[in-house]
């Protein structure tokens, strides 16, 4: 039996069992466990789980395996229950995601996947909070898979909102990955328990716990000689009894006589196969080769890998539990110790144990176990026979999304060894598993080889399709055209892969910004893939086009064709280039001030995206903050932003974001460090379109003095936004009226013309109230017409663009009071004023103040009310339907589906309200809105 954790842990145990009791009371808290083996680190989570128990709370206790480091989830999901079946539909629906069924069909690259898996399980565990307090403990984290410990993480970030305590123990590691969980932890305020050397006193005690007795002289030297190690001593105080070698007498536990210590094992590893030797030749022998296979032991599947009677199987394990070799961990046994295990698994011969593990591999495939658990027996076994290469071949798909690694690892070994007949099919699994795991320039050899190779034309076409993916994933999109127009000079294509090609020639030729090329393999795109009644080739051939008519600054146009993108693609998403179709059309109508469609659709591609870990997420953030951003919900903006920061950025948007975030903190006089100032035309690729932000950003914190060099240095980005790097001037038009008040201010007439002209275009050719706006204000800042500049005014009210309105109003204030007009000023000021501080905007109302005060307008004696800081007065409309919903007991994807909303951006939001009301938890927010409100009655109040 293991040694009681409470002889020298009190204070260990004390700190557990407290942050188990606040997690249980709404103020969640992280804990890492670190020590050598034995010293007691299960035994303190065993401490843990017994209190977390106690309070009522939900456990959810795990450990990883040293056989499953390449098991994607491996061990969260043995944690949290998703590797067993469930009768819980919520587990279920996530089990069923973790096993990867029909992942292939979504997406052929493992990182959108997981992140899909990730979001799908932190929804699960966020709902588990919602419904009461919750403790994730996991064991042995050094041996953790890389998935696991990103999900470990994402729980440690704002753990404190939660009722949540996570756990994790680990052994001091190298590994990257779990080292990295650990300072990630750590640096969130995660607590560190290190186990050390048991202090002389409760070595004792522990002596005296074991025996019933205090130790004599003799044999509290011979203790000391353990080092304060818990489980080492308590191997030797068994083995010295098991041999007889500890007598009680007069109230004392002392060696017998002659008994001095000497050849006692002096490593713990060896004081364990000391413990061993003392069973049964044939128990041992039976329970090296359990070893061998791994920590977990299933007497029915081990009885068959051992071609062994069940019966004469469990008379050994009963044994093996006598000897506390073997615990009852449930619906299995399992080795008691990692130490007792790798003792057992270390004297078997290496020939032998890849001779079991293949055996193992073969039982399981026969009983239909899950791939992930076949897969990890064969990987360490030797050669596959025919029947094993059968099931390889036939769990292809799952074996793809479920075991990346162990696929590629066994699809070589199969390469090696079969004749040509099989090689071509097996040879295009490999390509498709090397995609998976995002191994691309081993995907690309491959997949050229097998195309040279593979005499099969419709496996030949899946495979020119393949190394496009892994040539487009990797940047290098010419080349990618280039397979796809040899491709389709290929008799054999398939015809209904014609429209396919070209539409992915389309979409790399768009990206490679050669339009008018993109617009030719668009149209084959549609005419081929009308001829095949195929919707995907039409609907990405619209898709293109659609995007060529927007980068073209035609936004109607290139709604129109979205949306029959749309209607053409329908519910399908075709697994190597997610369409995006959605974001398209949400940009087009954020474009045209159809701004509650615009939230609608943005929505859907929110959920749409996080449900096949689509690359178009963080774009989608951008998007939905820069609709908040114009209508003046800067907090809202603000999580938008945070949110959308947290994920992979494939398409190089989150400069964008990080820009919006600069502007908005800029307004509300935030210090902030110097932004690059950044010369029209510099700027990688990918950060081309958003590198003017920068500029703009440093430009408003510029004094009026300096208006002319702020123009030359902003300016050149709008002039030049037709060049096929930047967004066009139907895009940008949200820059001219700064651009045109530093015109204005700097005397520059040219310029200041040049903008009302391109704006009375723009806005002339396209229906946006926003751009009769902007073109009103450019002309009236030009000739300082106020009546002008009321109209623009009025109409970006009526568009909805709050910060524009106001600094409309600001700007016929100034030129209402320069022609005399002060009661017409002052109004004119109050307005814009009013809206700034709705906004926050302490930037704005100073230089306001501070323009009209020079002309003699003073705003009323009181002035508009400052916005409050704290309190409920302080949560956006946004904020404070979040807070309601929080205190009525709804989890955060709850609340996610029901504002349209991600799961994240709700989570931003919540660390907002806290902050402002002055509260820590979701516990503490609930009784705030009682104290409030009264009881919540529900979601439906909000």
């Known amino acids: 039996m293991a040694a009681p954790v409470f002889v020298g842990r009190d204070p260990e145990v004390g700190r557990l069992r407290a942050m188990a009791r606040a997690a249980a009371a709404g103020a969640g808290a992280a804990v890492l466990v670190e020590g050598e083996p034995g010293i007691g680190k299960t035994s303190l989570l065993d401490a843990a789980a017994e209190e977390c128990g106690r309070l009522g709370m939900r456990v959810c206790r795990g450990a990883a395996e040293d056989l499953e480091q390449r098991l994607p989830f491996s061990a969260i999901g043995a944690c949290l229950g998703l590797l067993?079946?469930?009768?819980?539909?919520?587990?279920?629906?996530?089990?069923?995601?973790?096993?990867?069924?029909?992942?292939?069909?979504?997406?052929?690259?493992?990182?959108?996947?997981?992140?899909?898996?990730?979001?799908?399980?932190?929804?699960?565990?966020?709902?588990?909070?919602?419904?009461?307090?919750?403790?994730?403990?996991?064991?042995?984290?050094?041996?953790?898979?890389?998935?696991?410990?990103?999900?470990?993480?994402?729980?440690?970030?704002?753990?404190?909102?939660?009722?949540?305590?996570?756990?994790?123990?680990?052994?001091?590691?190298?590994?990257?990955e779990a080292a990295g969980l650990l300072r990630s932890l750590r640096s969130r305020g995660a607590?560190?328990?290190?186990?050390?050397?048991?202090?002389?006193?409760?070595?004792?005690?522990?002596?005296?716990?074991?025996?019933?007795?205090?130790?004599?002289?003799?044999?509290?030297?011979?203790?000391?000689?353990a080092g304060g190690h818990p489980f080492y001593l308590t191997e030797l105080l068994a083995a010295l009894q098991r041999e007889g070698r500890i007598?009680?007498?007069?109230?004392?536990?002392?060696?017998?006589?002659?008994?001095?210590?000497?050849?006692?094992?002096?490593?713990?590893?060896?004081?364990?196969?000391?413990?061993?030797?003392?069973?049964?030749?044939?128990?041992?022998?039976?329970?090296?080769?359990?070893?061998?296979?791994?920590?977990?032991?299933?007497?029915?599947?081990?009885?068959?890998?051992?071609?062994?009677?069940?019966?004469?199987?469990?008379?050994?394990?009963?044994?093996?539990?006598?000897?506390?070799?073997?615990?009852?961990?449930?619906?299995?046994?399992?080795?008691?110790?990692?130490?007792?295990?790798?003792?057992?698994?270390?004297?078997?011969?290496?020939?032998?144990?890849?001779?079991?593990?293949?055996?193992a591999g073969q039982v399981l495939t026969a009983s239909g176990a899950p791939v992930e658990r076949v897969a990890e027996h064969l990987v360490?076994?030797?050669?596959?026979?025919?029947?094993?290469?059968?099931?390889?071949?036939?769990?292809?798909?799952?074996?793809?999304?479920?075991?990346?690694?162990?696929?590629?690892?066994?699809?070589?070994?199969?390469?090696?060894?079969?004749?040509?007949?099989?090689?071509?099919?097996?040879?295009?699994?490999?390509?498709?598993?090397?995609?998976?795991?995002?191994?691309?320039?081993?995907?690309?050899?491959?997949?050229?080889?097998?195309?040279?190779?593979?005499?099969?034309?419709?496996?030949?076409?899946?495979?020119?399709?393949?190394?496009?993916?892994?040539?487009?994933?990797?940047?290098r999109q010419a080349e990618a055209v280039q397979v796809a127009t040899v491709a389709l000079a290929a008799a054999d294509l398939p015809a209904a892969d014609v429209g396919r090609f070209h539409g992915f020639c389309a979409k790399c030729r768009?990206?490679?910004?050669?339009?008018?090329?993109?617009?030719?393999?668009?149209?084959?795109?549609?005419?081929?893939?009308?001829?095949?009644?195929?919707?995907?080739?039409?609907?990405?051939?619209?898709?293109?086009?659609?995007?060529?008519?927007?980068?073209?600054?035609?936004?109607?146009?290139?709604?129109?064709?979205?949306?029959?993108?749309?209607?053409?693609?329908?519910h399908s998403v075709l697994p190597d280039m997610p369409a995006g179709q959605s974001v398209l059309r949400g940009y087009c109508l954020l474009q045209l001030d159809?701004?509650?469609?615009?939230?609608?659709?943005?929505?859907?591609?929110?959920?749409?995206?996080?449900?096949?870990?689509?690359?178009?997420?963080?774009?989608?953030?951008?998007?939905?903050?820069?609709?908040?951003?114009?209508?003046?919900?800067?907090?809202?903006?603000?999580?938008?932003?945070?949110?959308?920061?947290?994920?992979p950025d494939p398409l190089g948007d989150e400069p964008w974001l990080r820009g919006l975030g600069r502007l908005i903190a800029i307004h509300r006089g935030e210090p902030q460090p110097g932004a690059t100032i950044v010369a029209q035309g510099q700027g990688g690729s990918a950060e081309a379109q958003y590198v003017y932000l920068d500029t703009w950003a440093r430009v408003l914190q510029e004094e009026p003095a300096r208006a002319k060099h702020s123009l030359d240095l902003l300016y050149p980005f709008?002039?030049?936004?037709?060049?096929?790097?930047?967004?066009?001037?139907?895009?940008?038009?949200?820059?001219?009226?700064?651009?045109?008040?530093?015109?204005?201010?700097?005397?520059?007439?040219?310029?200041?013309?040049?903008?009302?002209?391109?704006?009375?275009?723009?806005?002339?050719?396209?229906?946006?109230?926003?751009?009769?706006?902007?073109?009103?204000?450019?002309r009236g800042l030009a000739e300082d017409d106020a009546d002008l500049l009321l109209s623009a005014a009025a109409s970006y009210r009526d568009c909805g663009w709050r910060l524009y309105q106001a600094q409309a109003d600001e700007d016929a204030a100034v030129a209402l009071a320069a022609r005399g007009d002060l009661d017409l000023a002052r109004a004119a000021l109050t307005r814009a004023l009013d809206l700034y501080t709705a906004m926050d905007a302490s930037r704005d109302i100073f230089r306001a103040d501070a323009r009209l005060r020079r002309l003699g307008v003073r705003r009323g004696r009181q002035g508009p009310r400052k916005r409050p800081k704290h309190g409920w007065d302080a949560?956006?409309?946004?904020?404070?339907?979040?807070?309601?919903?929080?205190?009525?007991?709804?989890?955060?994807?709850?609340?996610?589906?029901?504002?349209?909303?991600?799961?994240?951006?709700?989570?931003?939001?919540?660390?907002?309200i806290l902050a402002k009301l002055g509260v820590h938890s979701r516990v503490e927010l609930a009784v705030s809105a009682h104290q409030r409100t009264g009881p919540a009655s529900g979601p439906a109040q909000a």
Not at 151 to 169: D, F, N, T, W
Not at 198 to 221: F, I, K, N, Q, S
């Open 84 to 176: 067993v079946v469930t009768a819980d539909p919520a587990q279920a629906k996530v089990a069923r995601l973790l096993r990867g069924e029909g992942a292939l069909a979504l997406t052929v690259a493992a990182a959108n996947h997981q992140l899909a898996v990730t979001e799908a399980i932190l929804d699960l565990v966020d709902a588990w909070c919602a419904a009461g307090p919750v403790a994730v403990l996991v064991d042995d984290v050094q041996w953790a898979d890389p998935a696991s410990l990103v999900v470990l993480h994402r729980l440690g970030r704002g753990i404190e909102e939660y009722p949540l305590l996570v756990a994790v123990a680990a052994r001091p590691t190298g590994r990257a």
């Open 191 to 225: 607590d560190l328990v290190e186990l050390t050397a048991l202090p002389d006193d409760a070595v004792t005690a522990l002596v005296t716990e074991r025996l019933g007795a205090p130790p004599g002289p003799r044999l509290a030297r011979l203790a000391d000689g």
């Open 247 to 359: 007598r009680v007498t007069g109230g004392s536990a002392e060696l017998t006589p002659g008994v001095d210590g000497a050849g006692m094992p002096r490593s713990l590893l060896d004081m364990v196969v000391r413990r061993l030797a003392f069973l049964p030749r044939k128990e041992r022998e039976t329970l090296r080769q359990a070893a061998v296979l791994g920590r977990a032991i299933d007497v029915p599947e081990l009885a068959a890998v051992l071609d062994m009677p069940v019966m004469a199987l469990s008379e050994v394990m009963f044994a093996a539990l006598d000897a506390g070799v073997v615990v009852d961990a449930g619906p299995h046994l399992e080795f008691r110790h990692a130490l007792i295990r790798q003792a057992l698994s270390d004297g078997v011969p290496e020939q032998m144990r890849t001779a079991l593990h293949l055996r």
């Open 380 to 475: 360490a076994g030797t050669t596959l026979d025919a029947a094993t290469l059968d099931w390889l071949v036939s769990s292809a798909d799952e074996l793809i999304t479920r075991a990346p690694g162990a696929a590629v690892r066994l699809l070589r070994r199969a390469l090696a060894a079969v004749a040509d007949d099989r090689a071509a099919e097996l040879r295009f699994h490999l390509v498709r598993a090397l995609i998976w795991e995002s191994s691309l320039p081993e995907a690309e050899w491959e997949a050229r080889e097998a195309i040279g190779r593979d005499p099969d034309p419709q496996r030949r076409g899946a495979l020119y399709w393949l190394l496009m993916d892994a040539l487009f994933r990797q940047g």
């Open 510 to 570: 768009f990206f490679l910004r050669q339009h008018e090329a993109a617009a030719s393999a668009a149209a084959l795109a549609i005419e081929h893939g009308t001829r095949a009644d195929d919707g995907y080739a039409v609907g990405l051939g619209r898709l293109v086009q659609g995007g060529l008519r927007f980068v073209e600054g035609d936004v109607v146009r290139g709604l129109a064709l979205s949306e029959q993108a749309i209607a053409d693609l329908g």
């Open 594 to 647: 159809r701004l509650d469609e615009a939230e609608r659709v943005l929505a859907d591609a929110l959920e749409s995206n996080q449900r096949y870990g689509g690359p178009y997420l963080t774009l989608v953030h951008a998007l939905r903050a820069q609709l908040r951003f114009l209508t003046g919900a800067w907090d809202d903006a603000r999580a938008e932003i945070e949110a959308g920061l947290e994920y």
């Open 718 to 778: 709008w002039e030049h936004a037709s060049a096929l790097e930047h967004l066009p001037h139907r895009v940008m038009y949200h820059l001219c009226p700064d651009l045109a008040r530093l015109a204005a201010t700097a005397g520059d007439r040219e310029r200041a013309a040049a903008l009302v002209a391109k704006t009375e275009e723009l806005a002339a050719a396209q229906p946006a109230l926003s751009l009769t706006a902007t073109a009103l204000l450019c």
């Open 875 to 912: 949560l956006t409309q946004t904020e404070h339907r979040v807070a309601l919903l929080v205190a009525s007991g709804m989890s955060n994807p709850d609340i996610a589906a029901r504002l349209f909303l991600s799961r994240r951006t709700v989570q931003s939001h919540v660390s907002s």
